[in-house]
C-alpha cells in the first residue's frame, strides 16, 4: 500500500510539472493538450481522424450482429447510443474521467492516436500503459509497460464473436477494472459494443485520412447526445440519461474552452447556459423523488433552445479550432 501511495504521489507530481511546463510555453490552457505530445500537438488539437458514419451504418448492417434488432432504425440509434458513449469521460471513471478522458481520447474516431502522450502513463507518443496503478486498483502490476493503441477499425486481438460475446466481457473490464468506474448501466456495454464491432467492418483502410475540428460537429455531438438522454427517459432508470447529459456537458466544455475570453464572451455565455440546463436536468434525475415526466418536460424545452444558435462559424476561424491562431499562441 506504502509504494501504491508513493507512486501515485510521484505520478500527480510528474502530472502537475508536465501541465506547468506545458503552460509556461503557451498562452493556450486547453485539456486535451495536457495528453498530447509536443511536436504532434497543434495537428492533434486541430484535426481529426475522418469518420463516415452513414458509411459504418451501411456496411454494418449487413452483417450477423445487425439481424438482432428490429429494425435498421434500432441499430442506427444504437450504433449512435455507442459512439455518443465511447465520447463520453464519466463513462470510465476514476482518474480517467477527472482528466477528461474517454474512450475517443486514445482511439480517436475508432482509429489510433499517434499523438497521445500522457504523463508517466505513455512511453512513446501513440502508447499507454493499460496495467498503470495510476488508472487500476485492481489490474496494476506495479511495471512500466507501455504498448501501442490499436485502430479500432482494424484486426485485433479481442474476438467479436456473438455467440461467445468476448468483446461485451472485455469492454466491461477496460471500464470497471482498468480505469475503476462504475458498473455501467443496462445498456451501455451492449450499444458500445455494436459501435465498436461496426467500426471493425466499416472497410476503413489503414491509411488515415484527416480532416479539420469544427465547433458545428462538436455541437452537433453535444445536442445529439442530450437529444438520445430524452429518448432514454422513457426506459427505467436514470444512470444512461445522466451519463449522456454529461457527455454532452464535456463537449460544450470542449467548445467552449477553445473561444477565446473577451473576444467571444456571448458564444461562451450560449454554451455555459446550454451546459447549465443539462446540469440542472442531471441534478433532478439523481432526486429519486422527481417526476421522470418533468424531467422530459424540461429536457424537451431545454433543447429547443439550441435552434436560437449563435453563428459559430463566423468566429471559428478567430479561435483555438484555427491551427493559425494556436500556433500564433504557442509562439514564444
Known sequence: MDRQFRNLILLCSAFAC?????????SVDLREASWL???HRIFALTHEPVMDRERILATAASTPFASEYTSLEAFRGDLELGEHLFKTP???GGQAAKAGLSCNSCHVNGRSNPAF???AISGEAGTADTT???FSKTLGNGEFDPVPIPDLTQPGKVSHDLETRDLEKFLGTIVVEEFGGEQPAPGVIEALSSYVRALRVSGQSPDVEFRRRSIARDLADAKAMA???LSQLDEEGSALPILLLAGSRDRLAIIHERLIAGEHDTHRAWLTERSREMGAIQ????RDASPRGEAMRVLSQALSG???VPDFEIIERSTYYSENILTARNEP
Open 18 to 26: 508536465f501541465t506547468a511546463s506545458a503552460l509556461a510555453q503557451s
Open 37 to 39: 505530445a509536443s511536436d
Open 90 to 92: 464519466l463513462l470510465l
Open 117 to 119: 502522450q500522457f504523463p
Open 132 to 134: 498503470h496503478s495510476f
Open 227 to 229: 437529444g438520445h438522454a
Open 283 to 286: 441534478a433532478m434525475l439523481r
Open 306 to 308: 439550441w435552434d436560437e
